[in-house]
């Protein structure tokens, strides 16, 4: 199983952190973890298209995690997908993807009639709300919905990612939950979002006091996350959808060594790592690490 990091980052506009979302790659089945800003690109730039998706699978519904819905079903269309859209998301998902197709039917009406594409059976959406529990299942890959806690939204999951005896979890936007601790015991990455508290500050006229706290309050804090993979006992743990996207990343590896200290990765844009061969690759770099983070190799 393959896990390739397309965005790392939040609401903020960051060139170098995209919206949030993930590849996971296995034999017979790829799917897409969130719909963040700019995961067509990232998608192509990692060697993929919207042909190539088997499900997509939307951990809550705030804007950051689904707003490139559109542009996915669109260019997976002009991409030459030849099957309808699978997506999974929680309660709402429908509503939102009825009124989203709604809104952009007399674009695509025009588009259709005008670029007479060989099928356009890839804008059909096969659209699926789930609760707690198994999701979906495909070539060996089960994909499992865990209950999260990022009230006051709700509705908002994390998943189990499961496949060939590999195990990775993805924590969606969360504070600390039990439950989801629970989900990821003994997995072998844990693939967890982060509040970095010491860089997130009030700025006049952009984010008040109060704003700063209530966002705080429905994520994981740096010095919270590592304690959550060290209960969980992961083999690894990849950090990503950082809020805010820029920080001291020496700072936040040494907060988060506290707590966990098995191998650690603060999660860029297009990284790679590879369970069923140990390896992690990130721009031209490839670091094979053996039996450090190989699934077969747990001892
Ligand atoms: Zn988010
Ligand atoms: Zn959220």
Request: charged content about 20%; some cysteine; aromatic content about 8%.
């Amino acid at each position: 199983m393959e896990i390739i990091l397309l965005g790392t980052g939040c609401p903020n506009v960051d060139p170098n952190r995209l919206g949030p979302s993930q590849l996971v790659v296995h034999p017979g089945a790829t799917i897409l973890i969130d719909c963040g800003s700019g995961v067509t690109q990232r998608m192509v730039a990692a060697g993929f298209t919207g042909r190539d998706l088997d499900a997509v699978f939307l951990t809550h519904l705030h804007s950051d995690h689904i707003v490139d819905l559109f542009q996915l079903i669109s260019t997976s269309w002009q991409q030459g997908r030849d099957r309808p859209q699978k997506i999974f998301g929680p309660r709402g998902t429908k509503t939102y993807l009825e009124g989203l197709m709604e809104l952009w039917r007399p674009e695509l009406d025009l588009r259709k009639a005008h670029e007479a594409r060989p099928s356009n059976v890839a804008l059909d959406l096969e659209v699926t709300e789930f609760g707690s529990g198994e999701v979906w299942s495909q070539a060996g890959l089960t994909v499992e919905a865990v209950e999260v806690d990022h009230r006051p939204v709700r509705d908002a999951f994390g998943f189990v990612v499961s496949g060939s005896g590999e195990r990775a979890v993805f924590s969606g936007d969360t504070t600390y939950c039990p439950a989801l601790i629970q989900a990821a015991r003994k997995a072998d990455v844990l693939v967890h979002e982060v509040f970095i508290h010491r860089e997130f500050k009030v700025i006049p006229g952009i984010r008040t006091a109060e704003g700063l706290a209530n966002v705080q309050s429905y994520h994981t804090r740096s010095d919270v996350v590592g304690k959550v993979a060290a209960e969980a006992e992961v083999r690894g743990l990849i950090l990503t959808h950082f809020v805010p996207t820029r920080f001291d990343k020496t700072a936040l590896l040494e907060e988060v060594r506290r707590d966990f200290s098995g191998p650690l990765l603060i999660g860029e844009d297009l990284m790679r790592l590879d369970l069923t061969t140990g390896t992690l690759s990130y721009g031209g770099a490839l670091l094979t690490m053996g039996s450090l983070w190989r699934s077969g190799a747990r001892t």
